[in-house]
């Protein structure tokens, strides 16, 4: 009789959310790999806000009027092609509303870039196996905890004025061995030149690195993330708070390069993706 009345209450439980869960038909957008996505909603003046699940991820929706919302979603520039869903919630009276949008990822051609290093910069010994290990280390950590909250304001800027090089996604031949895909963009620009914060945020790692040089990530919020490699000069400390336009540091060569210049990263979402395109979107 016990188990009896518990399969029955049990039951009723399910029957109240499925009743008061409304589903809304699925939207298509598509975004190429390294790219970024926004997804615009318009669930109603009455809506307070709207949270979003991807790839086992917590998307935060963003109120840009009265009844709507955005977000940004990146795409790895090592995601497979296929299509994706993400889960939009909210909620009205008297009931809990569902919007599935489904991310269609579309293929980038990235190129390819060969590169002549020195032999101890490409073979490493054990002492500087060991080294870089410790560093891929630091760098994760970096990543592993953002503010939850919105550090940045309207749009982003680039961080230097220089020749962009087109090397973001590229795969990569160094000293004709394959290696990683390049991650950043690369900017040529003299040694010294300014390198500036493209929007507000949290000076997360400031450090002097194997391959990266002297780099600095800052912290933009909701696991919003920017990095700056091979600096002459940083001018930033670790739990600095910067604005737009801040100063973070100098344009140099340190680290494993060919030439003085700026790599510039950006993930988002733990998406590595094109730093560019948060230039290039609309954020208003």
Request: glycine share 12%; proline share 5%.
């Amino acid at each position: 009789m016990y188990n009896n009345k518990v399969l029955f209450l049990g039951s009723l439980f399910l029957l109240f959310i499925f009743l008061s869960t409304s589903v809304q038909a699925a939207d298509t957008i598509q975004v190429k790999q390294g790219a970024l996505g926004r997804i615009e909603l318009h669930p109603g003046e009455g809506v307070a806000s709207v949270t979003g699940r991807f790839k086992g991820q917590a998307i935060p929706f963003f109120k840009m009027g009265q009844g709507a919302f955005f977000a940004l979603v990146g795409i790895d520039m090592d995601q497979p092609v296929g299509v994706l869903p993400l889960l939009a919630t909210w909620a009205v009276p008297g009931k809990t509303v569902q919007k599935e949008v489904l991310i269609e990822v579309q293929a980038q051609k990235f190129g390819l870039q060969e590169l002549t290093l020195p032999k101890q910069k490409v073979d490493l010994d054990p002492p500087t196996l060991t080294r870089v290990n410790r560093e891929a280390g630091l760098m994760k950590m970096a990543f592993a905890e953002s503010v939850p909250e919105k550090l940045w304001e309207g749009a982003f800027i680039a961080p230097v004025t220089g020749k962009r090089q087109g090397t973001f996604g590229r795969r990569r031949l160094i000293n004709g061995q394959a290696r990683r895909s390049h991650t950043g963009e690369d900017i040529s620009a003299p040694t010294g030149t300014p390198i500036i914060a493209p929007n507000h945020g949290k000076v997360v790692l400031v450090d002097d690195f194997f391959f990266n040089g002297r780099s600095v990530v800052i912290d933009h919020g909701f696991g919003l993330f920017s990095m700056y490699f091979h600096l002459s000069g940083v001018d930033v400390v670790l739990g600095e708070k910067v604005k737009a336009g801040d100063q973070i540091g100098r344009v140099g060569m340190s680290g494993r390069v060919t030439g003085p210049h700026l790599h510039w990263g950006m993930r988002i979402n733990n998406a590595k993706i094109d730093p560019y395109a948060l230039v290039d979107i609309k954020l208003d």
